[in-house]
């Protein structure tokens, strides 16, 4: 598992120009990078057999990493499981045995966001960065508090300021400098940018570095080998700055190139928004590779809350190769969604996550599913982080020498 990397260059998402993979790099003209590795190099040295003997982590694919595992900067970041939901895959019309949900929110900080950052930070370290900053809708935050601590580095959280309390108090916890910004997570990311000559850090926002892509990118490497190497036919993923749609997609590339998938067929990718604020779902729509920003965000799944995301076009790209869409669900009924799901099936979903549970509804009226399709949705945060929208008055026992059984029998029933 120490072995050097397969890395070869960096590529410009938009124009194909190279850049040297030894040195850091943020983007190419505005725009993001991929990393670009040795398949060919990759297909003789890497085995699907070789897995059998390796930690279940996200650091398994090591050949498939940017960074080697002596080298990352790890809080035992285990796969995450993929859950059966019969009573749910019932409920909008799906075989019993056909709908998961993938369940990011057991990561070490409680959400996907784990994986890209802990990318990230391994590669800050390996190239001697000292200070990071992020702007962050709230679960990034958090992931790049606890990373940077663990690996004895500086960082720096610019977050809206009505992002929700949790994710406020785990980026002090884990001792980042963290500063609450009345605006968006756009005026967040201004403030990064504008800092970085005065300040000296590095920027770690959305797809301004290559890395955080490719440690989102083991959602899609775990979920092959979880289904046998037979991709599902249909994703859905609520998608704000996109880089886990994106990083999937790229997985399912590689994993193709190197031979390794059962079937030629990829899924169908369905980018899930809020109606509050859906650039990406107006563009799709319009037939447009580039979205316009969304003006007056709101919505109360703060990691959808992306006016403007830098990867839009490469996010848009990956849909329509896939064949997918992209959808907007009523901002109003995602508490509703997660009620469903915990009633149903007893998983707690984020509010970004319940997106997705509407958008499977939609698809169903629109006859966009079918019954023996398999189906997964993307848990990509922890429900217990967003106690404003779980806030409800519960029934009150004033005087427990004195219950009324009768109403608690009613209740009951």
């Given amino acids: 598992m120490n072995q050097p990397t397969f890395v070869i260059h960096l590529e410009s998402a938009l124009d194909g120009t190279r850049l040297d993979a030894n040195l850091p790099h943020t983007m190419h003209r505005e725009r993001p990078l991929w990393v670009r590795y040795d398949l060919a190099a990759v297909r003789r040295a890497f085995r699907k057999e070789m897995l059998r003997h390796r930690p279940h982590t996200m650091w398994r694919y090591a050949e498939l990493l940017p960074v080697a595992m002596a080298e990352a900067v790890s809080l035992a970041e285990n796969m995450t499981p993929l859950v059966p939901c019969p009573r749910l895959a019932t409920h909008f019309g799906l075989a019993a045995d056909c709908l998961w949900i993938k369940d990011e929110s057991r990561l070490p900080t409680g959400s996907f966001k784990a994986r890209g950052l802990a990318m990230a930070v391994s590669m800050a370290r390996r190239f001697g960065i000292r200070r990071l900053a992020i702007p962050t809708a709230g679960n990034a935050g958090g992931a790049l508090a606890a990373y940077a601590a663990r690996a004895g580095i500086e960082a720096f959280v610019f977050m809206p300021a009505d992002t929700p309390l949790v994710n406020q108090l785990e980026c002090k916890l884990w001792g980042a400098r963290t500063y609450l910004v009345d605006g968006l997570i756009t005026d967040c990311a201004r403030i990064v940018r504008e800092g970085r000559e005065r300040l000296g850090w590095f920027d770690l926002s959305t797809l301004k570095e290559p890395y955080r892509l490719e440690g989102k990118k083991t959602m899609g490497l775990e979920l092959a080998e979880q289904c046998g190497w037979r991709l599902p036919e249909l994703i859905l993923y609520p ?55 969304w003006e007056n965000a709101s919505t109360a799944a703060s990691g959808l809350r992306v006016p403007a995301a830098v990867g839009d ?3 848009l790209d990956a849909i329509r190769a896939s064949g997918g869409t992209a959808i907007a669900v009523r901002e109003a009924r995602l508490t509703e969604w997660m009620r469903l799901v915990a009633r149903l099936e007893g998983i707690s979903l984020c509010p970004e996550a319940a997106a997705c549970v ?13 019954p023996s399709e398999r189906v997964v949705l993307f848990n990509t945060g922890a429900a217990q982080k967003y106690v404003e929208v779980l806030a409800a008055e519960l029934p009150r026992i004033a005087d427990p020498s004195r219950v009324d059984w009768d109403q608690l029998e009613a209740a009951a029933a």
């Fill in 239 to 293: 998608t704000g700055g996109g880089t886990g749609l994106v990083g999937m997609w790229k997985a399912f590339e590689e994993l193709a190139e190197l031979g390794w998938l059962e079937e030629e067929r990829r899924p169908r990718l369905v980018a899930v928004q809020s109606d509050g604020c859906a650039p990406l779902v107006r563009a799709f729509e319009a037939g447009e590779r580039f979205a316009r920003p």
């Fill in 313 to 315: 076009f490469m996010i």
């Fill in 358 to 370: 509407g958008a499977l509804e939609i698809l169903g009226a629109r006859g966009m599913t079918r």
